[in-house]
């Protein structure tokens, strides 16, 4: 809330305390001991470090030069874009602080656009108006040519150096040191980084730039003002930005801070440290997660939360990777092979490319068969998930198309990278069908899974003349980690394959007379692995049961009238009987 609050949002050094006691600041407020109503929690400034004050640099550079909207086209700092701001078509805030009520009897105006009846539908209204630029508050700003600070400065707390241009057309160049900011006596050709005789010092950069520029104080205002009325949805980070595929053109502006940021990494960018993160064990720590204890409502908002969290961190991790392999940034374990074979390692994410890299697809369409064998495997990981099945793990997985590339990025099995690929399956096959394993105990495992996906235990019979019994397809490979989990990877074929897709005519299946007038035409893939999706199969087992259903409750029906009616033959035979006999003995008599 600090942060979104105009007297308080470049602020950026702080901590919250109650009675003394440091808080933490991503703590629920209910877990905060001995805290009740009424009480006063504090925000207590603290001394920068080199990494607080390049934070707090990066935070007053996004307020005076804000980017949302090139940053949601973009997909960076988690934005994305939304309609929010324009179906709202006002400042909500605003209304409630000056007492508007909500007016049904608007009039709105719903004659469609000019452009639906062009002949050519332009694509730049499928995105959200481009509001208007803000005010500039300073000419330029960026890091100075005299950084690093020399020894002796460093000794003496100077942390780096600005300059800036004002408004006004003056430059002047700013010291960063723990208590906050301020002007010093440096000009372009002379580094003197002691205080200007006159004093221009402030805790954060926006204090100072305020004593130093009037129209940096006017504008700022200014800026601040437009900011609130902002939908909060515009400038709230999302877990998994989106990506658009087309992007309209935008002004291209000068930035030096941008250009640090995007090609040099930081102390302020924490997934591009490779020291802090390499040590992160995403598997152990995804698969801990789901094995926490759902008992009662309380621990499965506590699993789900903390499942949600690895994965936001682990597919924003992938996400940087995955463009660090395309941009060729991160150097690939097995640098003697063939290119689209290349394998890459980058903070506990094991990375491949989307080819047919053995030739695995040579019978199913090579690297187009790849490519969607890729996407096959995530739509089966996703299914297995849902399903939330006790004892049986999935790899995170995460798939990235970056500039032609489909990159993917999937956590690490325990103990895999020191075994051979052969020695660790114990489930499936490895080289298309001519060696399968087969394991009891991990079939077990897969049971409750297979009898949810209407998947019936088959025989497959491998190469060596071998019987298997498997639940899933052979390709489906199961792996037992080092740390005893049950692992289920290569899950491309876990649905039934799509005969339409493939150009197998009906002819094949049915005969003449049962052929149906066709409804549509499938167009022809580049590979053999178009499949059905399981909402299909889902709804096919429902139509079928009921179908099942109706049909034994005809028979039921039928089978119950049956008998009612040779009751009533048998009853009508008895009585029949019973009257003859009846007659014979009045005769006799």
């Not at 909500?102 to 730049?124: A, I, Q, R, S, Y």
Request: charged letters at 25%; proline letters at 5%.
């Amino acid at each position: 809330m600090a942060n979104e609050r105009p007297e308080s949002c470049y602020k950026t050094c702080f901590t919250l305390q109650h009675r003394g006691k440091i808080l933490d600041e991503f703590a629920m407020v209910h877990t905060v001991e001995n805290l009740s109503d009424g009480e006063t929690v504090k925000c207590v400034a603290e001394q920068y470090s080199l990494r607080e004050a390049r934070l707090h640099l990066k935070r007053v550079r996004s307020l005076i030069q804000p980017d949302i909207q090139v940053n949601a086209q973009n997909g960076t700092d988690n934005l994305s874009l939304t309609f929010a701001g324009v179906v709202a078509g006002r400042d909500v805030e605003e209304d409630i602080q000056k007492g508007v009520k909500e007016d049904h009897g608007l009039e709105v105006d719903v004659t469609p656009p000019e452009f639906l009846f062009d002949k050519e539908t332009p694509l730049l209204p499928l995105f959200p108006d481009t509001p208007a630029p803000p005010p500039e508050c300073v000419s330029s700003i960026g890091y100075s040519g005299w950084n690093p600070p020399p020894g002796n400065r460093r000794m003496l707390g100077d942390l780096f150096y600005l300059t800036v241009k004002t408004l006004e057309g003056n430059e002047i160049h700013i010291t960063a040191v723990p208590s906050g900011f301020y002007v010093n006596k440096t000009t372009s050709t002379k580094f003197d980084p002691t205080p200007a005789e006159i004093s221009c010092k402030g805790y954060t950069l926006v204090d100072t730039l305020k004593q130093v520029s009037a129209l940096f104080n006017k504008n700022f205002a200014v800026i601040q003002k437009q900011s609130i009325k902002r939908n909060p949805y515009e400038v709230i980070p999302v877990p998994y930005p989106t990506f658009t595929w087309c992007k309209p053109e935008t002004e291209h502006t000068y930035d030096t801070l941008r250009a640090e940021e995007a090609y040099i990494p930081n102390s302020t960018s924490d997934e591009m440290s490779l020291g802090m993160m390499s040590s992160r064990d995403w598997n152990e720590e995804l698969q801990s997660a789901r094995e926490l204890p759902q008992t009662n409502v309380h621990e499965k908002i506590v699993r789900d939360r903390t499942i949600f969290r690895v994965t936001c961190d682990f597919v924003a991790m992938a996400i940087k990777g995955a463009q660090a392999v395309v941009d060729g940034n991160i150097p690939p374990l097995n640098a003697a092979d063939d290119k689209k074979s290349r394998m890459f390692l980058w903070n506990n994410i094991f990375f491949s490319l989307g080819f047919d890299m053995k030739e695995h697809y040579g019978a199913f369409g090579g690297d187009a068969a790849a490519y969607a064998a890729i996407a096959g495997d995530l739509k089966g990981i996703t299914l297995y998930q849902s399903l939330d099945t006790e004892f049986l793990n999935k790899l995170v997985t995460v798939i990235v198309d970056c500039r032609g590339y489909r990159v993917v990025g999937q956590s690490i099995i325990s103990g895999i990278l020191s075994r051979d690929q052969e020695q660790s399956i114990i489930y499936g096959s490895i080289d298309n069908g001519k060696t399968i394993n087969s394991n009891e105990k991990f079939g077990k495992v897969l049971e409750s899974s297979s009898k949810k996906l209407h998947l019936r235990e088959h025989s497959v019979i491998g190469g060596d003349e071998t019987e298997h019994r498997l639940v899933t397809s052979y390709d489906c490979k199961g792996i037992i980690g080092n740390d005893g989990r049950h692992y289920l990877i290569d899950l491309f074929r876990s649905f039934a394959p799509d005969v339409f897709a493939l150009g197998v005519p009906l002819e094949n299946y049915r005969s003449e007379e049962e052929q149906p007038a066709p409804m549509f035409t499938c167009p022809p893939t580049s590979h053999k692995l178009a499949t059905l999706r399981a909402e299909l199969i889902e709804a096919f087992a429902c139509y079928r049961y009921v179908l099942f259903t109706q049909n034994m409750s005809a028979k039921f029906i039928k089978a119950k009238g049956e008998r009612e009616s040779k009751l009533k033959e048998i009853e009508g035979s008895k009585e029949g009987k019973e009257e003859k006999e009846g007659k014979d003995c009045n005769e006799s008599d």
